[in-house]
T-cell receptor, first 110, second 114 residues
Framework: GQQLNQSPQSMFIQEGEDVSMNCTSSSIFNTWLWYKQDPGEGPVLLIALYKAGELTSNGRLTAQFGITRKDSFLNISASIPSDVGIYFCAGRTGGFKTIFGAGTRLFVKA | EAQVTQNPRYLITVTGKKLTVTCSQNMNHEYMSWYRQDPGLGLRQIYYSMNVEVTDKGDVPEGYKVSRKEKRNFPLILESPSPNQTSLYFC?????????????FGPGTRLTVT
């Protein structure tokens, strides 16, 4: 079936550093989504991307929908301790199936 | 308050004993979905529903059943649970036709099958 390869699996950074993570797939998606999951909770949507090439920001977060529609990246600038959590990319097909990446676990040292 | 609720939050059961995890949303969303989350695998979609009486398989439907008799409820049924269904389960809902595909997730149900 369709798969998303998300990297890196985990990141250990200092507060104030910038972070970058990405997802790639052999399949084309109509929508790319980025979620954050805090411990003990369900994922919360951070950014949604609907068009190839689209670049969207949400505060310190910036995400892009790859031109080929097979990849996306998420950048976090000037990280803070509350950025800690698991970040998931997800691709949505025209048939409303949603495929999630395995997640990037972010650790931020104050 | 707009929310997705799941019950129970924690469940320990034995192999073969039928169980149901309930999911309810109060946002009048057409689209509802069930996921399981396992370490290193992210969230995998089990089943989804685009409206009442309309359901379809996700990536890992084997061993699960769903029903959508009312718009607000989307229960997940394990007819004969097995240990490999031990996992963290999330229900989610969203509008079907919208400029935003924001899925609202429930708090999760941690299931252990012994």
């Amino acid at each position: 079936g369709q798969q998303l390869n998300q990297s890196p699996q985990s990141m250990f950074i200092q507060e104030g550093e910038d972070v970058s993570m990405n997802c790639t797939s052999s399949s084309i998606f109509n929508t790319w989504l980025w979620y954050k999951q805090d411990p003990g909770e369900g994922p919360v949507l951070l950014i949604a991307l609907y068009k190839a090439g689209e670049l969207t920001s949400n505060g310190r977060l910036t995400a892009q929908f790859g031109i080929t529609r097979k990849d996306s990246f998420l950048n976090i600038s000037a990280s803070i301790p509350s950025d800690v959590g698991i970040y998931f990319c997800a691709g949505r097909t025209g048939g409303f199936k949603t495929i999630f990446g395995a997640g990037t676990r972010l650790f931020v040292k104050a | 308050e707009a929310q997705v609720t799941q019950n129970p939050r924690y469940l320990i059961t034995v192999t073969g004993k039928k169980l149901t995890v309930t999911c309810s949303q109060n946002m009048n969303h057409e689209y509802m979905s069930w996921y399981r989350q396992d370490p290193g695998l992210g969230l995998r979609q089990i089943y989804y529903s685009m409206n009442v009486e309309v359901t379809d398989k996700g990536d890992v439907p084997e061993g699960y059943k769903v029903s959508r008799k009312e718009k607000r409820n989307f229960p997940l049924i394990l007819e004969s649970p097995s240990p490999n269904q031990t996992s963290l389960y999330f229900c989610a809902s969203s509008l079907l036709w919208s400029d935003s595909y924001e899925q609202y997730f429930g708090p999760g149900t941690r299931l252990t099958v012994t």
